[in-house]
């Protein structure tokens, strides 16, 4: 899920910048610190939305920077267990197929792509069904159900099904879809 969250920090101008405009010097720190991290909280910090609030800054002897109280708006993605996603298949490994999800990738377990028996197939990087003769490649667009987040110090791992009704390759929820309206 995709929000804007309003943050509070203290951020440490260095006497360099004191000429420059506070808010552009402010914003290029936050983007530093803050975007394209995952912090186990808020999720995935995609890009700082505005800062809202400068206040005036204080010299901490010995240091010669200014520290600032500042609030500001990010844009983040928050990724929820039993959330519907839909994303692109960008990589085929034995294990499994790797899909982009926003800003960040989730695994489709082999156990996960469908009811059917999975072949891997190495050499053209695909996952095929035995008996639906389905095939999941690289760059198909898929959706699928987020059923596991593990999140660590600097990135989470999403683990996510395509084994329910209306899940799975586009294609496959289309003809599934075609099936139903012809029965």
């Excluded at 808010?23 to 808020?42: G, P, V």
């Excluded at 600032?68 to 267990?81: A, G, N, R, S």
């Excluded at 639906?132 to 593990?150: C, F, P, V, Y």
Aim: glycine share 8%; with cysteine; hydrophobic share 40%.
């Amino acid at each position: 899920m995709y929000r804007i969250v309003t943050l509070k920090d203290t951020v440490r101008v260095p006497p360099r910048d004191f000429g420059k405009d506070p808010k552009q010097t402010i914003m290029a720190i936050l983007r530093n610190l803050y975007e394209c991290k995952w912090d186990n909280d808020i999720g995935f910090m995609l890009v700082i939305k505005d800062v809202n609030s400068i206040n005036v800054g204080r010299v901490i002897p010995g240091d010669g920077s200014a520290y600032h109280d500042i609030i500001f708006e990010m844009l983040v993605y928050t990724p929820k267990v039993h959330e519907i996603v839909d994303g692109e298949i960008v990589e085929i490994l034995e294990f499994g197929a790797f899909m982009r999800i926003g800003p960040i990738d989730g695994l489709v377990h082999v156990s996960q792509v469908t009811n059917d028996f999975i072949n891997f197939d190495k050499k053209n990087r695909t996952l095929t069904g035995k008996e639906t003769k389905n095939i999941l490649k690289e760059g198909d667009l898929a959706r699928a159900r987020i059923i596991t987040l593990s999140s660590k110090m600097e990135m989470t791992k999403i683990g996510m099904t395509m084994r329910q009704p209306n899940l799975g390759k586009h294609e496959w929820i289309d003809a599934e879809k075609r099936k139903t309206e012809d029965a």
